[in-house]
């Protein structure tokens, strides 16, 4: 047979295939269109836009006028142009877009949204070979390589030196079948901030000036992250959910991916958006339902323990931890010993060759092996250098033989549920210049540095809107004694290992003593910064040098600017005892011609979990004018 007969039979082939191809697709394309139809009727005649499980999937909320609207922003989550504020189009545009054509890799709606596609196939009971062939190579992978088992909500604790990290987070962890959990994949929301000036940051948190991303990574990525760069502690409390359960968390995770919404500081934060991904999970739990005004880490911990859905916290303290564990066990000679090994200036060979004893050494060279992880993890040295110094003192310890790890073992403190609520409320009364008054305190947010330290960062204060209102009989009328919108103050120790600056920042209105003796209220912008120390007693001094720009109508120059200083001392004694003893000094040079002086003791006693009874105690002195004043307060936590 020739070769132009063979073309020949090959393009008559090709053609009866092309055109058997073009007969065939054209009624399946119509009985999918039909098939569409009947899902949409069966949806509508269903009413599932008001079930439960879509409106969480959806993350649709009604707002106090009744009405519809979800707290995802992002455009790209919503099918429907009005799918953010209608349930039932949102569903409808869903339905349709599953039966698009073929898209790029991923990009399909059966790829984009695998939650919604697995809950509406269940509800109309969808035949999947009648739906296109969506190619999703990412999410197959994704759902592969997770291999989804268990679910564990995470918090690592705040971080005293970072604004945005002091109230702390929450994540999850979503666990594979090996036992490290260190391979497992965390689920995170976050908002997209990396301002370190306390006061914008914020009011750019306060007034939803940041985005937040939804995020899915490995889960060793955020452990260095939280406990090696930012030495935090981690809780983990596993969640009592099934596989299937979990699949649908997972699922619900991927489609979130990439998906951003209005960040609010107080209320749509990390915390409160993740409870929409357990309720994904069960949709019988109602925790997005039970957060208040404000939301924070603890809040949620606590709303999440209540619905019966925690196991116990599981503690895992961060290297910073460890490392003051492990040096608590040495004296100071022998604390330097490791710093000067980790910093390369000390043959490890050195310390096997000193006196002392065989558990001696390994301490010394166990301080330092955690030293050199600490200076790769700030990346004050290279990988190279890193390794051939972290080998040469594995070397040497290994000479020394196992020793007894219980030593290093961390303490758990107590655990974040165990704290206080971040809403507080005082009733008490107190004598100002020999004059008898009643006081109001209102502490909406979140924690000061005289609040019982359980479930908390010690040494650190963050309050918003902090009111104290008097009532003096003699007057007949309540005083406004103080408004601090912002209030933050970190007192982080030094020590030879670690050298944070202590910072605080703070604006409102205060009560000041004025040049003449009266009493007035002032507008005050205040902040500064200095260092701190652990107390022979375990507590923080600290010493901060300060500037307060001030303004108000009995002020000589209605603006005025004062340096000052401040040191105190804060001591936890025992559980239920907490003392605090400042002083303070300011010297007025523009705008008014007043030297401030005063020195104030204040204590707490925890009565309760959220229960406690604060004492003040200070005197002051102003251009001549002495004020003394005394106060009692109940404290009520909510």
């Known amino acids: 047979m020739s070769i132009g007969m063979n073309m020949s039979l090959l393009r008559r082939a090709l053609c009866t295939l092309l055109l058997a191809l073009s007969l065939t697709s054209l009624p399946a394309a119509a009985a999918d269109l039909a098939y569409r139809d009947q899902l949409l009727k069966e949806a509508v005649e269903k009413r599932l836009w008001e079930q439960r499980p879509w409106q969480i999937l959806l993350h649709y909320k009604k707002t106090l006028a009744g009405e519809t609207i979800s707290r995802i922003s992002d455009p790209n989550f919503f099918l429907s142009p009005t799918g953010r504020t209608d349930p039932a189009a949102e569903l409808s545009a869903t339905l349709a877009a599953f039966f698009r054509p073929e898209a790029p890799d991923g990009e399909h709606p059966i790829c984009r949204f695998p939650a919604r596609l697995a809950w509406l196939s269940g509800e109309l009971s969808i035949d999947p070979s009648r739906l296109p062939a969506a190619l999703c190579s990412e999410q197959q992978e994704q759902i592969r390589t997770v291999d989804a088992r268990a679910a564990v909500l995470v918090f690592p604790v705040g971080h005293i030196n970072s604004p945005a990290s002091m109230f702390g987070h929450t994540l999850l962890r979503i666990d594979g079948p090996s036992k490290s959990n260190l391979i497992s994949y965390a689920v995170n929301y976050a908002a997209d901030a990396t301002d370190a000036n306390g006061f914008l940051y914020a009011f750019k948190g306060l007034s939803g000036l940041y985005k937040g991303y939804y995020s899915l990574m490995p889960y060793y990525q955020k452990v260095k992250e939280y406990s090696d760069l930012e030495h935090r502690d981690m809780w983990e409390y596993r969640l009592r959910l099934t596989r299937e359960e979990v699949d649908k968390l997972l699922l619900h995770a991927l489609e979130l991916q990439r998906i951003a919404s209005d960040y609010y500081f107080l209320d749509e934060n990390c915390s409160y958006n993740l409870l929409f991904l357990i309720e994904a999970a069960r949709p019988t739990l109602h925790l997005s339902d039970r957060t208040g005004l404000l939301v924070h880490p603890t809040n949620t911990i606590e709303i999440a323990k209540d619905s019966g859905i925690l196991d116990e916290a599981v503690y895992r303290p961060s290297q910073g931890a460890r490392i003051v ?217 600290y010493g901060l040098a300060e500037l307060s720009v001030d303004g108000g109508k009995h002020l000589r120059g209605t603006v005025a600017a004062a340096p000052g200083l401040s040191v105190g001392v804060l001591e936890q004694v025992g559980d239920w005892w907490k003392i605090h003893l400042e002083g303070s000094a300011f010297f007025y040079l523009v705008g008014d011609d007043r030297t401030s002086l005063k020195a104030t003791l204040s204590q707490n006693f925890r009565l309760a979990q959220q229960q406690s009874l604060s004492l003040s105690l200070s005197l002051g002195d102003v251009s001549g004018h002495t004020v003394s004043e005394q106060s009692l307060l109940w404290n009520y936590y909510f």
Request: proline fraction near 6%.
């Open 325 to 541: 564990k492990i040096a608590s066990l040495l004296d100071e000679e022998r604390q330097q010993a490791a710093l000067d090994v980790a910093q390369g200036t000390r043959h490890p060979g050195s310390v096997t060759a000193a006196p002392g004893t065989e558990q001696d050494k390994r301490e010394v060279l166990d301080l330092a092996a955690e030293l050199v992880q600490l200076r790769l993890a700030r990346k004050e040295l290279e990988q190279d250098a890193y390794s051939k110094l972290y080998l040469k003192i594995l070397a040497e310890r290994s000479a020394l033989g196992t020793g007894s790890e219980a030593a290093y073992a961390v303490a758990p403190p107590a655990p974040p549920d165990a704290g206080h609520h971040t809403s507080k409320i005082g009733l008490g009364g107190g004598v100002r210049r020999g004059e008898w008054y009643g006081a109001l305190h209102l502490q909406p947010e979140f924690h000061s540095l005289l609040d019982p330290d359980q479930g908390y960062l010690k040494g650190a204060q963050i309050k918003f809107f902090d009111t104290l209102v008097d009532y003096v009989p003699e007057t007949g009328r309540p005083r406004l004694r103080s408004l601090h919108l912002l209030d933050i103050l970190s007192t982080a120790p030094r020590d030879r290992f670690f050298k944070p600056y202590s910072w605080k920042v703070a604006a409102g209105w205060d009560t000041e003593v004025m040049e003449d003796g009266r009493d007035s209220l002032v507008f005050r912008l205040n902040s500064g910064g200095g260092l701190a120390r652990r107390s022979p007693f375990g507590g923080i001094l």
